[in-house]
């Protein structure tokens, strides 16, 4: 004979309330960064229409090969992290663990690309106007992908406590929903920088 201990009364709800006010609160978080991101999208966009010479002198334009490289390879990452949650769902932890080291692989390149492009430039962060808003935006980004890798590091740890992640875990949703928005602000940029360029 089996017996089992009695469940707590309001145990099971308490829990699932606690994770959705920290889903909510990062939500806001993030909500609180696109205003961020927003001022500084409507900052450039006003500065490059209203400057006579937008880009330094001797740049004639940016060449966009490896961002756009980045851009797919960030894009791709997206997805990655977005298959290792349903495995994670699923209860399949080497799976969910080996797309989330995927993405982190993806999101480390991505930086790796930056610095390339970075080291090869012609014009530097007091390079005019153009030059002070192109690394304010590229950098201000890429220390979120820095930071969403970091992060991903340590829900990777947190996989291997046993039982951790066999409930429920809004770390791993969180830290989704946060790669998901440094993702789409990527595109925004790359459509603001590269692709929107005025001589």
């Keep these: 004979m089996t017996t089992s201990l009695p469940a707590s009364p309001g145990h099971g ?6 994770q ?4 909510t609160g990062f939500i806001i978080f993030l909500c609180s960064e696109s205003v961020i991101f927003l001022a500084f999208f409507s900052g450039f966009a ?3 229409t209203s400057a006579l010479n937008w880009l330094p002198p001797g740049v004639e334009g940016l060449e966009w090969r490896m961002p756009l490289i980045n851009t797919v390879v960030l894009v791709s990452s997206s997805g990655t992290i977005w298959l290792a ?5 699923r209860g399949q932890l080497w799976g969910f ?3 989330w ?3 982190m692989a993806l999101g480390a390149y991505f930086l790796y690309g930056q610095a390339v492009e970075w080291s090869g430039l012609s014009f530097g962060l007091t390079s005019g106007v153009f030059g002070g808003t192109f690394y304010l935006l590229t950098g201000f980004h890429g220390l979120h992908v820095a930071t969403g ?3 991903m590091g340590l829900m990777l740890v947190k996989s291997f406590i046993p039982g951790n992640y066999l409930k429920g875990e809004e770390g791993v949703q969180a830290t989704s929903l946060f790669w998901h928005f440094v993702d789409v602000i990527w595109i925004i940029l790359f459509v603001l920088i ?6």
């Design 13 to 18: 709800h308490t829990g699932e309330s606690h």
């Design 20 to 23: 959705n006010h920290t889903l």
């Design 46 to 48: 006003l500065l490059k």
């Design 85 to 89: 949650e349903i495995l994670k769902a």
């Design 97 to 99: 663990r080996s797309l």
């Design 101 to 103: 080291l995927l993405t």
């Design 149 to 151: 890798v970091l992060l």
């Design 194 to 199: 590269y692709v929107w360029q005025r001589h």
